[in-house]
DNA sequence: CGAGACATTGATGTCTGTCAAGCTGTGTGG
DNA sequence: CCACACAGCTTGACAGACATCAATGTCTCG
């Protein structure tokens, strides 16, 4: 390990790590709309559940894309706290500094198989295609929209408003046929809520008593009354 | 004013709207790093204490810099909860938008001038000239890394751990001669850190006791021990 | 110098956190 | 295929940090 420099570093103990160029569908594909006019080198990588895939002020060295799974991104206090900025879900990119490293680190919440692209490339894109530039600065201003957002949800609402919002924002993002299939824990909602799991539970629970959800299973959640869930929205 | 169009809508209710175009610093400037470049045409503005600059989900037509003065960028909840998202003192940019409009509203704190140029021609000089595009991008992503970290405070830190973050983050942004003059009033602080006004004045007083720090008026701030301020905050 | 906005301080309340016990359901191995 | 084990979830009792409500103090500026 001691050995191994920042520079050359080896993406993170993936399963497996497939190096061949993938081709990019080009329909509704947020990293493909970069790399399609680029014909950058693309690859795919997998990591296993919990597995960190990169950490916090870690050299930037790749964009990343979820393909299938979840990733959190989350920064930490020295004695542990947790707040997660983001979850992210396929089809989303992330990973995307301007900088130079991590301001985040990610791990794997599920077995999750990402794209990645050499953020040197993208850099080099951008420099001579106006659209990849372009592209970037949308990526990280739709970022910055989401964290404002999040900002006011963790200074101002209640522990109710906090977990409705996250309800939709899940199903908006991730529902099927009305049901959502939560890929996180508790503690993940709560870290990301800057709740505990308990309380993130006794929402739950209540939001089931009153009949504005259904469960099958913890993580299978069925909205029964988005409107009600919006009126607790703040 | 329902004659008034939005496309059209002038700057809000200026003291004083001077529009020649100034000359810029080409010294830490970081509009000046763009509008060097291109060329622009710049304007200078002046708002009134408690002034609004612009709401939220307005059209975003300019975009900012303070010269003197202080600003908040906020975003309200139906019934008033407000959260400040960021100040912004002189040399910051603000306003910035890669989309349509601007996503918080924003305020002068005390009485404020700003340049401005408009976000058209920035957009234009960014198809063509590509450090102006690469600097749109960085200046959000500068954002966004503040807006990460204040999610983090947000969501876990204690109101001590808080308000030690604020002097730290002011100490550093407006100290001359080792003292501070806060723009802002305590409500402001509170909406910024999530917590209410008194609570903000409690930690304050909590500090003088401790001598980590000495008022000579209420916004007057002297901080006398750094360290221990840092080790209050997580 | 006076008035009003702003800040401080105190008393009390409440929402959410903490600690703890039990439940569920998912995956594994006999 | 069933049963066990364990991680994850729920629920309860209690505590505490911060909010709320209220009174007093102080600075600023007109």
């Not at 947020?30 to 990169?54: P, Q, W």
């Not at 990849?132 to 990526?139: E, I, P, Q, S």
């Not at 049901?179 to 709560?190: E, H, Q």
């Not at 990301?192 to 299973?217: D, W």
Request: proline share 2%; hydrophobic share 40%.
């Amino acid at each position: 390990m001691l050995t191994q420099s920042l520079n050359t570093k080896a993406i993170n103990t993936p399963i497996s790590g497939s190096k061949v160029a993938v081709s990019i569908d080009p329909v509704a594909d947020r990293l493909g709309a970069i790399t399609g006019h680029a014909g950058l080198v693309v690859t795919e990588f997998s990591y296993r559940k919990d597995e960190e895939i990169y950490g916090e002020d870690e050299p930037a060295e790749y964009v990343y894309q979820v393909v299938t799974g979840a990733v959190r991104s989350y920064k930490l206090l020295s004695d542990g706290r947790r707040q997660i900025g983001a979850f992210h879900l396929p089809g989303d990119v992330f990973g995307l500094e301007s900088g130079a490293s991590h301001r985040l680190a990610a791990e794997a919440i599920i077995d999750t198989t990402v794209r990645l692209v050499k953020r040197a490339s993208l850099e080099k894109a951008s420099g001579t295609d106006v659209q990849v530039a372009r592209k970037l600065w949308t990526m990280t201003a739709s970022e910055l929209r989401h964290a404002e957002n999040h900002m006011l949800l963790l200074g101002r609402k209640t522990a109710m408003e906090r977990v409705a919002t996250f309800l939709l924002e899940m199903d908006r993002r991730l529902a099927v046929a009305g049901m959502m299939a939560l890929p996180m824990c508790r503690r993940d909602i709560g870290d990301y809520l800057g709740l505990t799991l308990e309380t993130v539970s006794r929402a739950l629970s209540q939001l089931q008593a009153q009949g504005i959800l259904g469960f099958s299973g913890a993580r299978q959640i069925v909205l029964r009354n988005r409107q009600r869930l919006h009126n607790l929205d703040a």
